[in-house]
């Protein structure tokens, strides 16, 4: 049985006397205002009041909460207000125990509000999102002028001792582009009994602000937010942390916004209309609307509506995806107007799935008491990702399998939830459309019935690649083949758990793919081609099946087939003919083995984490130093060869190996962790690079060059006391070239760019290593003695230091 309607919404004035740009009712997809009666009547007020009345007898309430809201309510003025306000506490406050509060964005509020909601028992919510620079961002008057100082005005009232009991909290939506903790310090300065952070409204149709840039940016901001906020000992009560944290533990969540909360709220519009949750305004034209009306049907009638029926089936409203996500029950979907798109409908994760994923991950197990860091300046970063001592160990440089293996599990979770993004996405009627339905429709059964198989497939890194490449502005890419793409993932799922299918592919050059399984030729022209599965086995042309190193220390695919693996900056090679191959067998071969004898921890990690290599066009580029990792593919690495004369492959595949593992590594810590508190805003000059690079970037690049100091320190240690003189020198410069660098660098970061808790342990975590290194004085390397490099062992400034030859 639905439960009962206890929270409504009359909306009591229909216009506006601001012009935010981000007002779901003026500026999003539902006009519908626009033919609605100004104001509220007092024959609705009348009814509406009498049909909350009726259906808290019906149900047995015995708490009733109305929101007088808009538009902006204060444009009815204090007489009409009043008017409204006694009616509902006639009629339903003479049964019911009632709540009643107004949402304004406040700069109508004066002392005369203030002494009838005091009156009359009125709670006054307050919009505001943030210092002048954030609030004015959107929130301003038709003309551009400020809203803030009238906001803050309104805000003073309400702190009087007189009128303190009538502040409701603070209302902020979140901005990307406004600093969080400034937001958080703005609002905290205004003393509010509680803070509601929201989502800004959005759909896969219209996505928000900076959607896809990175893979949780809104969890990311509001991550900080958190962070500071448990370090200042949650001085104030904030909604969404609280709600995930109930729901977590199964208790009501409060929220419409997450957790598997019922629907008990319903709206009444200015002409009488119940309409479902305002929310929906921002779907489409119509989202909200019932065609029910105070006048002509009760609250039990408006509880039968298809739309609100099926909200209160707990579960039925949620996609497959969101079903057979772990943290489904504490994040609940998110709200229900951030899943629509125009080929789904509702029937789709939120557009804010990522973010949610991480924030009823990581909001809860702040609460539950899990270990947080605390930087010198006090503030914390929420929860380690990873097992005990594997932080400290990535920033020592190379980490640990287990650690590896943790950093895997959180992007898997990603790679679903980029993949259930994909789906989501209008898929059209075209043969690749079909493809793109009919793929998902498959991946979600295989993975209930198989899902080891399926992991092990999404675990690919292009499969990662090719999910990213999906979520770009449309423009970029191949648009509906790539979408088709998901057809290739299910049917590899299929081959690999052995279940006979049948399934169009999207053609590429006359091949079908099969991500971590290789590739089919097909026959015809056309967009896609039909391909069966006959006992796991592709049935039609010739197979081309991935390569295998089946090196002990190096066990990895050399994949030359994914059409997603080629990197950014260097095109991918074609399949290899044999002799190509036997190179790069042999190549990697001897890269891993080497790696395995001088840098055994840097090559535990390789094992445990690397899946597949691919093969690019050789280019000229210091081997292993990158600033930036070539593409989102966790587990994939791309490396260039050269045939020297002698047969040997050039021009160092070990030291490639490394650098690039090391890039790999970082960006998926930096994707669990907030390391800088302004991303990128700060750019550093850099020993390898002729121009200065962004924070980010700079870490990529001396990230690398802590493991290659390490790899040619070995090296030089392993050189017999009669090598020849070029080669002790060669491993001895080499060694001073990267060490050198690399503390310049570090030291630079620290005092140059400003950290979060987890930026402030890694830099030090290399900073010690380096230190390590120096002090080392690794044998067989001249003019290195012990304590820091190039100093004769006294520490001195290192902006003052010159790279070693």
Same mark, same amino acid.
């Given at each position: 049985?639905?439960?009962?309607?206890?929270?409504?919404?009359?909306?009591?004035?229909?216009?506006?006397?601001?012009?935010?740009?981000?007002?779901?009712?003026?500026?999003?997809?539902?006009?519908?205002?626009?033919?609605?009666?100004?104001?509220?009547?007092?024959?609705?007020?009348?009814?509406?009041?009498?049909?909350?009345?009726?259906?808290?007898?019906?149900?047995?309430?015995?708490?009733?909460?109305?929101?007088?809201?808009?538009?902006?309510?204060?444009?009815?003025?204090?007489?009409?207000?009043?008017?409204?306000?006694?009616?509902?506490?006639?009629?339903?406050?003479?049964?019911?125990?009632?709540?009643?509060?107004?949402?304004?964005?406040?700069?109508?509020?004066?002392?005369?509000?203030?002494?009838?909601?005091?009156?009359?028992?009125?709670?006054?919510?307050?919009?505001?999102?943030?210092?002048?620079?954030?609030?004015?961002?959107?929130?301003?008057?038709?003309?551009?002028?400020?809203?803030?100082?009238?906001?803050?005005?309104?805000?003073?009232?309400?702190?009087?001792?007189?009128?303190?009991?009538?502040?409701?909290?603070?209302?902020?939506?979140?901005?990307?582009?406004?600093?969080?903790?400034?937001?958080?310090?703005?609002?905290?300065?205004?003393?509010?009994?509680?803070?509601?952070?929201?989502?800004?409204?959005?759909?896969?149709?219209?996505?928000?602000?900076?959607?896809?840039?990175?893979?949780?940016?809104?969890?990311?901001?509001?991550?900080?937010?958190?962070?500071?906020?448990?370090?200042?000992?949650?001085?104030?009560?904030?909604?969404?942390?609280?709600?995930?944290?109930?729901?977590?533990?199964?208790?009501?969540?409060?929220?419409?916004?997450?957790?598997?909360?019922?629907?008990?709220?319903?709206?009444?519009?200015?002409?009488?209309?119940?309409?479902?949750?305002?929310?929906?305004?921002?779907?489409?034209?119509?989202?909200?609307?019932?065609?029910?009306?105070?006048?002509?049907?009760?609250?039990?009638?408006?509880?039968?509506?298809?739309?609100?029926?099926?909200?209160?089936?707990?579960?039925?409203?949620?996609?497959?995806?969101?079903?057979?996500?772990?943290?489904?029950?504490?994040?609940?979907?998110?709200?229900?107007?951030?899943?629509?798109?125009?080929?789904?409908?509702?029937?789709?994760?939120?557009?804010?799935?990522?973010?949610?994923?991480?924030?009823?991950?990581?909001?809860?197990?702040?609460?539950?008491?899990?270990?947080?860091?605390?930087?010198?300046?006090?503030?914390?970063?929420?929860?380690?990702?990873?097992?005990?001592?594997?932080?400290?160990?990535?920033?020592?440089? !190379?980490?640990? !399998?287990?650690?590896?293996?943790?950093?895997?599990?959180?992007?898997?979770?990603?790679?679903?939830?980029?993949?259930?993004?994909?789906?989501?996405?209008?898929?059209?009627?075209?043969?690749?459309?079909?493809?793109?339905?009919?793929?998902?429709?498959?991946?979600?059964?295989?993975?209930?019935?198989?899902?080891?198989?399926?992991?092990?497939?999404?675990?690919?890194?292009?499969?990662?690649?090719? !999910?990213?490449?999906?979520?770009?502005?449309?423009?970029?890419?191949?648009?509906?083949?790539?979408?088709?793409?998901?057809?290739?993932?299910?049917?590899?799922?299929?081959?690999?758990?052995?279940?006979?299918?049948?399934?169009?592919?999207?053609?590429?050059?006359?091949?079908?793919?099969?991500?971590?399984?290789?590739?089919?030729?097909?026959?015809?022209?056309?967009?896609?081609?039909?391909?069966?599965?006959?006992?796991?086995?592709?049935?039609?042309?010739?197979?081309?099946?991935?390569?295998?190193?089946?090196?002990?220390?190096?066990?990895?695919?050399?994949?030359?087939?994914?059409?997603?693996?080629?990197?950014?900056?260097?095109? !991918?090679?074609?399949?290899?003919?044999?002799?190509?191959?036997?190179?790069?067998?042999?190549?990697?071969?001897?890269?891993?083995?080497?790696?395995?004898?001088?840098?055994?921890?840097?090559?535990?990690?390789?094992?445990?984490?690397?899946?597949?290599?691919?093969?690019?066009?050789?280019?000229?580029?210091?081997?292993?130093?990158?600033?930036?990792?070539?593409?989102?593919?966790?587990?994939?690495?791309?490396?260039?060869?050269?045939?020297?004369?002698?047969?040997?492959?050039?021009?160092?595949?070990?030291?490639?190996?490394?650098?690039?593992?090391?890039?790999?590594?970082?960006?998926?810590?930096?994707?669990?962790?907030?390391?800088?508190?302004?991303?990128?805003?700060?750019?550093?000059?850099?020993?390898?690079?002729?121009?200065?690079?962004?924070?980010?970037?700079?870490?990529?690049?001396?990230?690398?060059?802590?493991?290659?100091?390490?790899?040619?320190?070995?090296?030089?240690?392993?050189?017999?006391?009669?090598?020849?003189?070029?080669?002790?020198?060669?491993?001895?410069?080499?060694?001073?070239?990267?060490?050198?660098?690399?503390?310049?660098?570090?030291?630079?970061?620290?005092?140059?760019?400003?950290?979060?808790?987890?930026?402030?342990?890694?830099?030090?975590?290399?900073?010690?290593?380096?230190?390590?290194?120096?002090?080392?004085?690794?044998?067989?390397?001249?003019?290195?003695?012990?304590?820091?490099?190039?100093?004769?062992?006294?520490?001195?400034?290192?902006?003052?230091?010159?790279?070693?030859?």
């Amino acid at each position: 049985m639905s439960p009962a309607i206890d929270q409504f919404v009359l909306k009591v004035h229909g216009g506006c006397n601001l012009a935010c740009d981000h007002c779901y009712v003026y500026e999003h997809a539902d006009q519908s205002w626009r033919e609605k009666p100004r104001t509220m009547s007092p024959e609705v007020v009348a009814q509406a009041a009498a049909r909350i009345a009726e259906h808290g007898r019906r149900h047995q309430l015995s708490v009733v909460r109305i929101s007088l809201h808009g538009g902006e309510p204060l444009l009815l003025g204090t007489k009409r207000l009043r008017e409204i306000a006694l009616t509902l506490r006639d009629v339903v406050g003479g049964e019911f125990r009632l709540g009643l509060q107004v949402q304004t964005n406040g700069v109508l509020l004066n002392e005369r509000f203030c002494r009838l909601f005091d009156e009359l028992g009125i709670q006054v919510g307050v919009s505001l999102d943030g210092d002048r620079t954030a609030n004015d961002r959107h929130r301003r008057y038709a003309s551009g002028r400020s809203s803030h100082t009238g906001v803050l005005r309104a805000l003073e009232l309400l702190r009087r001792p007189e009128f303190r009991h009538l502040y409701g909290g603070i209302l902020c939506t979140v901005d990307l582009a406004n600093d969080p903790i400034a937001v958080y310090e703005a609002i905290l300065a205004e003393s509010p009994p509680r803070v509601d952070l929201l989502f800004p409204h959005a759909t896969w149709e219209n996505p928000p602000p900076r959607h896809g840039e990175s893979p949780a940016p809104y969890a990311a901001w509001l991550g900080r937010v958190h962070s500071r906020w448990l370090a200042d000992g949650a001085p104030v009560p904030i909604r969404l942390f609280d709600a995930l944290t109930a729901a977590s533990r199964g208790e009501p969540s409060g929220s419409e916004a997450v957790g598997l909360r019922p629907v008990t709220l319903a709206v009444v519009d200015t002409d009488g209309s119940w309409e479902q949750a305002d929310s929906l305004k921002t779907a489409y034209a119509g989202a909200p609307a019932t065609g029910m009306s105070v006048f002509t049907h009760s609250l039990d009638s408006l509880m039968s509506h298809p739309g609100i029926a099926a909200r209160n089936e707990r579960h039925a409203e949620l996609s497959a995806t969101c079903m057979a996500c772990p943290v489904m029950r504490t994040c609940g979907g998110g709200l229900y107007a951030h899943r629509y798109s125009s080929a789904g409908g509702f029937d789709n994760p939120s557009v804010y799935c990522a973010d949610l994923l991480v924030l009823a991950t990581e909001v809860p197990a702040a609460h539950a008491g899990r270990p947080a860091a605390a930087s010198p300046g006090g503030r914390r970063r929420v929860t380690d990702h990873l097992p005990a001592g594997a932080f400290e160990a990535f920033a020592a440089g !190379a980490g640990t !399998a287990e650690g590896v293996r943790a950093l895997q599990e959180m992007q898997l979770i990603l790679t679903k939830t980029l993949v259930a993004g994909t789906a989501a996405r209008p898929a059209g009627r075209s043969p690749l459309g079909a493809a793109a339905s009919e793929g998902w429709d498959l991946l979600l059964e295989l993975e209930k019935r198989h899902p080891a198989e399926t992991r092990d497939v999404l675990r690919h890194p292009f499969v990662q690649a090719w !999910a990213d490449r999906c979520r770009r502005p449309v423009g970029f890419g191949e648009g509906e083949r790539d979408r088709a793409h998901i057809a290739g993932v299910a049917a590899a799922v299929a081959w690999r758990a052995g279940v006979d299918v049948s399934l169009p592919l999207p053609v590429r050059a006359g091949l079908v793919h099969l991500p971590g399984v290789g590739a089919l030729r097909v026959r015809g022209d056309g967009p896609t081609a039909v391909v069966s599965l006959g006992d796991g086995h592709p049935a039609g042309g010739g197979p081309l099946v991935i390569r295998r190193l089946t090196a002990a220390s190096l066990p990895v695919a050399v994949e030359d087939l994914d059409p997603y693996r080629a990197d950014e900056d260097r095109p !991918a090679l074609g399949r290899l003919a044999t002799p190509e191959w036997d190179t790069w067998r042999t190549a990697l071969a001897g890269a891993g083995s080497e790696l395995a004898r001088l840098v055994p921890a840097y090559a535990a990690t390789m094992r445990a984490g690397l899946r597949a290599v691919v093969p690019l066009r050789y280019a000229e580029t210091e081997p292993g130093v990158r600033d930036r990792p070539s593409r989102r593919a966790f587990g994939g690495v791309g490396l260039g060869l050269r045939r020297r004369p002698e047969g040997r492959a050039g021009p160092d595949p070990a030291a490639a190996l490394l650098g690039e593992f090391q890039h790999t590594k970082l960006a998926a810590l930096l994707d669990a962790y907030a390391f800088f508190t302004a991303q990128d805003a700060a750019r550093l000059s850099v020993p390898w690079r002729p121009e200065p690079l962004p924070a980010r970037q700079v870490l990529h690049g001396l990230y690398a060059h802590v493991a290659l100091a390490e790899l040619w320190g070995a090296r030089s240690a392993e050189l017999p006391r009669g090598a020849a003189p070029e080669r002790q020198e060669e491993a001895a410069a080499a060694f001073r070239r990267y060490l050198n660098r690399a503390d310049i660098t570090v030291d630079a970061l620290a005092a140059q760019v400003p950290m979060e808790a987890a930026g402030v342990r890694f830099t030090a975590g290399l900073r010690a290593a380096l230190d390590r290194l120096s002090a080392d004085g690794r044998p067989g390397v001249r003019g290195v003695p012990p304590g820091r490099p190039g100093t004769g062992g006294t520490r001195t400034n290192s902006r003052t230091r010159r790279e070693g030859p």
